[in-house]
């Protein structure tokens, strides 16, 4: 990957990371009531607490993005040469993908032994495409 190219891709991830600080906690929402006493009754507010425990997993799920925003800006900078390289094979990443995520740290074969580990006679390696 040339120069230009990563630090066009190190713009993004910095712009994503401000993007995703900017937004702030979920969970607290402004002109809402003290969360101590919506919680007082809990048998009463089935809807709140479902719906305090999906903003929850959005949270993570946002923070999981944001760690990984956060490690490859490090990995630009602390090994510019191994950013869009899958972390765990050492191939390239296709660009289309850094497009899309370039947050990335996996390659497509890589990332599919990890969503799905339940493969029959264990984890198909990468070896097997060569
Ligand atoms: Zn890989």
């Known amino acids: 990957m040339d120069d ?3 630090e066009r891709h190190r713009k993004r991830l910095l712009a994503l ?23 007082a009754d809990e048998d009463s507010q ?3 607490e479902m719906s305090q425990t999906i ?3 959005r949270n ?4 999981a993005v944001l760690g ?10 602390d090994d510019p040469a191994s950013f869009g390289l899958c972390t765990e094979c050492g191939e390239p990443i296709p660009d289309k993908r850094i497009e899309l995520m370039p947050y990335v740290e996996l390659c497509v074969e890589c990332q599919q032994s990890h969503d799905a580990p339940r493969t029959p006679g264990g984890r198909r390696h990468l070896r097997d495409f060569h």
């Open 4 to 6: 230009a190219k990563r």
């Open 17 to 39: 990371k401000a993007e995703m600080l900017g937004e702030g906690d979920l969970t607290i929402e402004p002109g809402r009531e003290d969360p101590t006493s919506v919680g």
């Open 46 to 48: 089935p809807l709140s």
């Open 55 to 57: 903003a929850s997993s």
């Open 60 to 63: 993570r799920n946002r923070s």
């Open 68 to 77: 990984r925003v956060m490690e490859a800006l490090a990995r630009i900078d």
